[in-house]
């Protein structure tokens, strides 16, 4: 029935039978109930259903069948369901409960080999069949690992699925359970020198001021801190609490879950004063071109310590426009420079008009 019609007898209602044997006493003296087999022949059967056929006795051999008769005989017929056999894939899944070492974490998500099993049974029952489920239990683990391991059918709401008529092509699978470092590392931003301020000069708070990371323990060995930017001071008398995106490192996992940090700087020990620049100049002038500043003045922000502003006037001041690629009239960038004091600096960006021309001639 199996190999030819791929068809299988499932929930079969009789196990046992009761006769009433009728003989010669020698030949019932030697039988006991171990001796005698009913037999059903399901030769016939060639299509699923439910089936109730009669049985015969089959007898030792050194028992002459043909003088034994049944008197009585409980059922008379045995019972059973006959079930379409099919097969069918499975995903293996799983989880892990031990316990991994301090400092590291186990991946949530185990892996198999192979990632579905084939199973083969009666339909009826393979319909129940959800997954293969994997149970991984270690305790301290502090590498990753790949390990045989059986599994149990289940159906979709977590029962385990019994059978006996269910096949499976394979009783074990390969698991592999990623486990990864655990570090606490910094958040910090970039200050670049600027504007009469340094870095000496700014008070950070970042909030959070450290994260949570996960990942391959020689990874995480080259990280202590993750910038999350470059500030240039030369652009800020006084910076706004920013929100930053954090950026993690390649091949590493945010345990934290926070995904952005706020950062504040406060400077502290400068002053700021006001000037009105008229010391105009360029710089990189195009050969064959003629150049003038049109402004007379500029009113340019210095900040510098407190005992150096007092001492800067506007004869210290000058501000260079770069005309380099300029050609004709336009804006230009312009750097303003502070001579004879070298901690002291312009804040902000400034551009002055400059009119250029070919020469004549």
Same mark, same amino acid.
């Given at each position: 029935m199996r190999e030819q019609l791929s068809l299988i007898i499932t929930q079969a209602e009789t196990q046992t039978v009761n006769v009433t044997l009728k003989g010669s006493r020698r030949d019932l003296l030697r039988l006991s109930s171990a001796d005698i087999t009913a037999v059903v022949d399901v030769s016939k059967v060639t299509r699923a259903g439910y089936r109730s056929v009669s049985y015969t006795l089959n007898y030792p051999s050194y028992i002459d069948s043909s003088s034994i008769t049944i008197e009585k005989q409980t059922p008379l017929t045995v019972s059973f369901t006959v079930s379409k056999l099919a097969s069918k894939s499975v995903d293996?899944?799983?989880?892990?409960?031990?316990?991994?070492?301090?400092?590291?974490? &186990? $991946?949530?998500?185990?892996?198999?080999? #192979? !990632? /579905? =099993? %084939?199973?083969? +049974?009666?339909?009826?029952? *393979?319909?129940?069949?959800?997954?293969?489920?994997?149970?991984?239990?270690?305790?301290?683990?502090?590498?990753?690992?790949?390990?045989?391991?059986?599994?149990?059918?289940?159906?979709?709401?977590g029962n385990t699925v019994d059978y006996d008529d269910i096949e499976c092509e394979q009783t074990t699978v390969n698991a592999t359970l990623p486990i990864s470092m655990t570090k606490e590392v910094a958040l910090d931003v970039e200050l670049v020198d600027g504007g009469g301020a340094t870095s &000496? $000069?700014?008070?950070?708070?970042?909030? #959070? !001021? /450290? =994260? %949570?990371?996960? +990942?391959?323990?020689?990874? *995480?060995?080259?990280?202590?801190?993750?910038?999350?930017?470059?500030?240039?001071?030369?652009?800020?008398?006084?910076?706004?609490?920013?929100?930053?995106?954090?950026i993690l490192p390649n091949d590493t996992e945010n345990l934290s879950g926070v995904t952005s940090a706020s950062v504040s700087l406060e400077f502290t020990g400068l002053s700021t004063k006001l000037f009105t620049v008229t010391n105009m100049d360029y710089t990189n002038l195009a050969s064959g071109y003629t150049a003038t500043v049109m402004p007379t003045s500029l009113i340019v922000t210095i900040r510098a310590p407190e005992s150096t502003i007092s001492q800067i006037s506007a004869n210290n001041i000058r501000a260079v426009a770069d005309l380099a690629g300029i050609t004709v009239t336009s804006k230009a960038p312009t750097t303003i420079y502070v001579d004879g004091y070298s901690d002291a600096g312009a804040v902000g960006d400034y551009t002055m008009w400059v009119s250029v021309s070919p020469k004549e001639g």
């Open positions: 293996v899944e799983g989880k892990f409960v031990g316990t991994v070492a301090d400092g590291y974490v &186990a $991946d949530t998500t185990l892996s198999f080999d #192979p !990632a /579905t =099993i %084939t199973i083969t +049974g009666p339909e009826e029952e *393979l319909d129940e069949v959800s997954c293969a489920y994997v149970v991984i239990d270690r305790e301290n683990v502090s590498a990753s690992f790949t390990t045989q391991a059986s599994f149990t059918l289940m159906d979709a709401n &000496a $000069d700014v008070v950070k708070t970042i909030s #959070p !001021a /450290t =994260i %949570t990371l996960a +990942g391959d323990a020689a990874t *995480l060995q080259g990280i202590n801190t993750i910038s999350l930017a470059t500030i240039d001071l030369s652009d800020y008398l006084t910076f706004p609490t920013t929100e930053y995106t954090i």
